[in-house]
């Protein structure tokens, strides 16, 4: 069995347009300065923090390090459930934020790395819920943001069509996405109420406050409070998508009467179709099922 004691610092050098990998070992010094037992593990490529996570939970190890952004914490969450799901001991996540949104980190610090690194040496933490995606072909755990739609569609033609474009991607992605914007219906069903099939030109389903490192999507979700904040946005043309989007900076969106939030222990999807999904940053296509949420089954350091 591995020391329970021991860190693990999972590392995505390319993070951050690869400022991650020149900064991480000064970092990781810092904490063992400060008493701290800490050992690297990088990764090459997509998924191979799921992997390294996975494997560290089976040899017993319990306390793990994030170092990169949203997508490093994403992968490393769904390496570590669903086996931890039920666990006695429960693990405990740490960030070295050096990716390029951070969000989740936002909920609770605008000092990205100095706020962490305070946190894992003075031995602050705090429950934090893991929200599940049931879809067609599996599972998929986040604890930042879910959304379709619109949001959706611009993260995939990222990562899919603007990828190598760097920065400008992001904005060829938007101009796209908004020239072929539609609503349009994702049945779904909350709490086992009433089917809700109106169209929507995007929903979000949020366990943390932030997406997009600034963005205030949900500005009353909470992390620990075992329910995801479901914001819906009805049917928008484009001047008025366009004129609202930049509201979520402040949380302002909401009071578009086209913008609902309300909070949910479970949601239902009956979409037969792939769609694009965002999930902690990440772009996926999936066949929806239910989302659900694991309440305080994850301890994060903040």
Sequence with gaps: M????????????????????KQFPAACERLRQGGMTVDVAQTHGPGEASAIARAAWHEGRRRFIAVGGDGTGFEIVNGLFPAATDSAVKPRLGFLPMGTGNSFLRDFTEQGAEHSIGALLEGRWRECDVARLHHRAGIMHWINILSIGFVADVNGLRARRFRSWGEFGYVAAVVTAVAGLRSRPFPLRCDGGETDGGKMVFASFNNSRFTGGKMMMAPHADTADGLVD???????????????????????????????????????????????????????????????????ALEVCV
Excluded: Y
């Design 230 to 296: 479901f914001i819906r946005v009805g049917p928008l043309g484009r001047l008025s998508l366009l004129a609202t989007f930049p509201k979520i900076f402040s949380g302002k969106h909401l009071l578009n009467p086209a913008v609902r939030e309300s909070k949910h222990k479970t949601i239902e999807f009956d979409v037969s179709d792939e769609i694009d999904v965002m999930i902690d940053g990440e772009a996926e296509r999936v066949i929806p099922r239910a989302i659900d949420v694991l309440p305080a």
């Design 2 to 21: 591995a020391d329970q004691d021991a860190w693990l610092a999972i590392v995505n050098p390319a993070a951050g347009g690869g400022r991650c990998g």
